[in-house]
């Protein structure tokens, strides 16, 4: 059963510490995306990545950073410069993103608390 | 600044009846268009989308619509289901873009009533 699997489900975490969310597909797809959501905020976007070992920044990528060692596998660190940390990532996949017509598929996302 | 505008952050509609959730846009730019369903704790699923082709698109219960003069979007859902309560995201991408570009709304919380 093919999907996207993010986890942990809940994080909670000391200011100043910096942690890393797992997100895994096993659906092939070539491209993956961190998204924030926020109360009352639609998703931004953080960072994405299209191929193997290449990435880009989004709209908020400052106090983040990712790898895209596998194609399966692409983790956020939400390091201690993020400024609100405090917030529910969701990781998505698509096929390929040359393509507007390729919808994403989400995780179940990982609610960070940072106190 | 906010390119794309649900600006109902929560509606109501009794068990049968048709559900419309709207959506604005700012950016002439966007010429394809999707909708996202969210339950609580879960991830968006895709639910249907629209090219700026096309004024509608109709898959089951669910329609989109597209005024493009007006920049404005709507999704109907008849009749309107329980399991239909959810927070639906409108979102776009620009010609020029992919799935990379897609910007999201804020959301409408549908609370489907008995």
């Known amino acids: 059963d093919g999907g996207i699997t993010q986890s942990p489900k809940y994080l909670f975490r000391k200011e100043g510490q910096n942690v890393t969310l797992s997100c895994e597909q096993n659906?092939?797809?070539?491209?993956m995306y961190w998204y924030r959501q926020d109360p009352g905020q639609g998703l931004r976007l953080i960072y994405y990545s299209q191929i193997v070992n290449d990435f880009q920044k989004g709209d908020i990528a400052e106090g983040y950073s990712v790898s895209r060692e596998k194609k399966e596998s692409f983790p956020l660190t939400v390091t201690s410069a993020q400024k609100n940390p405090t917030a529910f990532y969701l990781c998505a996949s698509s096929i390929r993103t040359g393509q507007n017509n390729s919808p994403l598929h989400f995780g179940n996302g990982t609610r960070l608390t940072v106190t | 600044d906010q390119q794309v505008k649900q600006n109902s952050p929560s509606l109501s509609v009794q068990e049968g009846r048709i559900s419309i959730l709207n959506c604005d846009y700012t950016n002439s730019m966007f010429d394809y268009f999707l909708w996202y369903k969210k339950y609580p704790a879960e991830g968006p699923t895709f639910l249907i989308s629209?090219?700026?082709?096309?004024d509608k698109n109709e898959d089951g219960r669910f329609t989109v619509f597209l005024n493009k003069s007006a920049k404005h979007l709507s999704l109907h859902i008849v009749p309107s289901q329980p399991g239909d309560s959810a927070v639906y995201f409108c979102a776009a991408i620009p010609n020029t873009g992919t799935a990379s570009k897609l910007t999201f709304g804020t959301g409408t919380r549908l609370q489907v009533t008995l």
């Open positions: 629209i090219s700026s082709i096309k």
């Open positions: 659906l092939n797809h070539d491209a």
